[in-house]
């Protein structure tokens, strides 16, 4: 049932996806080009699934959170389009396809990363059939997920500090990882015009649900089928990253991924409507394979 649930919500965000960033039939068509190589290039689309089921839980039964979900995956897929440069992370395999800047060269893909960013708030702005300070306010929360106080500042972590011990490596995935988990389930709340209460319950669901996820990618760069995962396992210590394995050991990251989803579920404990999609989600999170 739920894989039927998760695949309905692929279609329509796909759908919208390819519609938003069509080719307009212009000298820069080639940026464009490249943003959809990345875009469309398959992906879960939980950050949006996230968005629209808060959005539903919250009461609303419309499809005007649709414009909010497809930003935040075209937010999510230019981190993934500069995580992949060289000058960051430095892989050439994404999804099973050659990364954005080995397809297209590194100029074109920091441009094709700048404007999935930038054309996202754009479609944000665009959001109708809601009150304009609900969409103002969840522009301005998506915002600061992915400036220097969330996003880019955990890949600032990632990539300039030395991360020694347990508590900076967590702050770093709680900035570059559920950052935009947050916002997505956040938004999904404030454009429904959801309750301070169920804001911080959105909150903590995305925090415990993030730091599952991250420290379920740190274990499958460890023992994951780079077939299934599509890019080469072992990533992080070709970069010499210090990650969760690293640090702990994969015993206590094993029991960190079940605490964190069981935290997770527990959140999804203040909602009165049907939470069964979203538990469905953050368990198949904590035993996916990619």
Same mark, same amino acid.
């Given at each position: 049932?739920?894989?039927?649930?998760? %695949?309905?919500?692929?279609?329509? #965000? @796909?759908?919208?996806?390819?519609?938003?960033?069509?080719?307009?039939?212009?000298?820069?068509?080639?940026? #464009?080009?490249?943003?959809?190589?990345?875009?469309?290039?398959?992906?879960?689309? /939980?950050?949006?699934?996230?968005?629209? %089921?808060?959005?539903?839980? =919250?009461?609303?039964? *419309?499809? =005007?959170?649709?414009?909010?979900? &497809?930003? +935040?995956?075209? +937010?999510?897929?230019?981190?993934?389009?500069?995580?992949?440069?060289?000058?960051?992370?430095?892989? *050439?395999?994404?999804?099973?396809?050659?990364?954005?800047?080995?397809?297209?060269? @590194?100029?074109?893909?920091?441009?094709?990363?700048?404007?999935?960013?930038?054309?996202?708030?754009? +479609? &944000?702005?665009?959001?109708?059939?809601?009150?304009?300070?609900?969409?103002?306010?969840? /522009?301005?929360?998506?915002?600061?997920?992915?400036?220097?106080?969330?996003?880019?500042?955990?890949?600032?972590?990632?990539?300039?500090?030395?991360? @020694?011990?347990?508590?900076?490596?967590?702050?770093?995935?709680?900035?570059?990882?559920?950052?935009? #988990?947050?916002?997505?389930?956040? &938004?999904?709340?404030?454009?429904?015009?959801?309750?301070?209460?169920?804001?911080?319950?959105? @909150?903590?669901?995305?925090?415990?649900?993030?730091?599952?996820?991250?420290?379920?990618?740190?274990?499958?760069?460890?023992?994951?089928?780079?077939?299934?995962?599509?890019?080469?396992?072992?990533? *992080?210590?070709?970069?010499?990253?210090?990650?969760? +394995?690293?640090?702990?050991?994969?015993?206590?990251?094993?029991?960190?991924?079940?605490?964190?989803?069981?935290?997770?579920?527990?959140?999804?404990?203040?909602?009165?409507?049907?939470?069964?999609?979203?538990?469905?989600?953050?368990?198949?999170?904590?035993?996916? %394979?990619?």
């Amino acid at each position: 049932m739920i894989d039927g649930i998760l %695949e309905e919500y692929r279609i329509k #965000i @796909e759908s919208r996806l390819d519609m938003f960033n069509a080719l307009p039939g212009q000298p820069y068509d080639p940026v #464009i080009d490249a943003a959809r190589y990345s875009l469309l290039n398959g992906g879960k689309r /939980i950050r949006p699934i996230i968005l629209l %089921e808060f959005y539903r839980l =919250c009461g609303a039964d *419309d499809d =005007c959170a649709y414009n909010f979900a &497809c930003a +935040v995956e075209m +937010v999510h897929t230019y981190s993934l389009i500069h995580d992949d440069l060289p000058c960051m992370d430095d892989d *050439d395999m994404r999804r099973g396809k050659p990364s954005c800047h080995i397809r297209y060269g @590194e100029g074109m893909a920091l441009l094709a990363g700048d404007d999935l960013l930038t054309e996202a708030f754009a +479609v &944000c702005a665009k959001t109708l059939g809601l009150p304009q300070e609900r969409v103002v306010k969840a /522009i301005s929360y998506l915002a600061s997920a992915v400036g220097s106080s969330g996003m880019i500042g955990g890949q600032v972590i990632d990539t300039s500090v030395s991360v @020694e011990n347990e508590q900076m490596l967590f702050r770093m995935y709680s900035l570059k990882t559920c950052a935009l #988990i947050r916002a997505a389930a956040v &938004c999904g709340v404030i454009l429904a015009g959801g309750s301070d209460e169920q804001l911080k319950s959105a @909150e903590n669901y995305a925090e415990n649900l993030g730091l599952a996820f991250q420290i379920i990618d740190d274990l499958l760069d460890v023992d994951g089928n780079s077939e299934v995962i599509g890019k080469p396992v072992g990533s *992080d210590d070709k970069n010499g990253k210090n990650t969760a +394995v690293r640090l702990l050991g994969e015993s206590r990251c094993r029991a960190l991924a079940n605490q964190y989803t069981e935290n997770a579920l527990l959140a999804l404990n203040s909602f009165d409507g049907n939470t069964e999609t979203l538990k469905a989600l953050t368990e198949l999170l904590l035993i996916r %394979e990619k």
